[in-house]
């Protein structure tokens, strides 16, 4: 019986799985490809949109607070799904009572209609995180009894069936006082 090199066993092995269909190498789907068109329905597309308890006022790039919106796109199965959109966020101050005082309300839009601008908001939470500056004084403020800071947003983006849809949320949070952390 002939001996076998070990060697060149090292070097015959990869060339036979690849021959044998058992490679890395990327096969083509199943199908003739024409389950999507552009322009078509997509079944993955937002829904709604929900607000994380992630929210809240944090240290921005040169250490000044900023509003950081978590946000998250859901597809009609409840599952996370990225889109571009366009995105309206507000900011509320509430009383004790329950009231909100319209002059104490600031609002900020941010545009992720762009793909790549779209991608650098959405991190490995599964979430878009929108970091906005120009925190008013009152959410910097200790808090009061019974006083929250209101976040609502509002989408818009397309949804399953290809026409326009404007997803909103709201999410409370008690104000704290900011120490700058």
Same mark, same amino acid.
């Given at each position: 019986m002939p001996r076998v090199d070990p060697l060149n066993s090292l070097v015959l092995l990869p060339a036979l799985l690849a021959l044998g269909g058992c490679s890395h190498v990327a096969r083509p789907p199943a199908g003739d490809g024409t389950l999507f068109e552009a322009g078509e329905p997509d079944p993955f597309a937002p829904v709604s949109v929900e607000i994380s308890p992630l929210t809240r006022v944090e240290m921005g790039p040169r250490g000044e607070p900023v509003l950081a919106v978590y946000l998250r796109l859901v597809d009609e199965w409840g599952h996370g799904t990225k889109a571009?959109?366009? @995105?309206? #966020? +507000?900011?509320?101050?509430?009383?004790?009572?329950?009231?909100?005082?319209?002059?104490?309300?600031?609002?900020?839009?941010?545009?992720?209609r762009d793909p790549t601008r779209n991608s650098q908001r959405f991190d490995v939470t599964g979430l878009y995180r929108l970091q906005l500056a120009g925190v008013p004084g009152w959410v910097l403020e200790p808090g009061r009894i019974?006083?929250?800071?209101?976040?609502? @947003?509002? #989408? +818009?983006?397309v949804g399953p069936e290809g026409s326009a849809v404007a997803p909103r949320d709201t999410f409370d949070k008690l104000v704290t006082p900011w120490a700058g952390r």
């Open positions: 571009p959109m366009s @995105v309206n #966020v +507000q900011l509320l101050r509430v009383l004790g009572s329950g009231l909100a005082e319209g002059d104490q309300s600031l609002e900020w839009s941010v545009d992720l019974g006083e929250v800071m209101r976040v609502a @947003v509002y #989408v +818009q983006t």
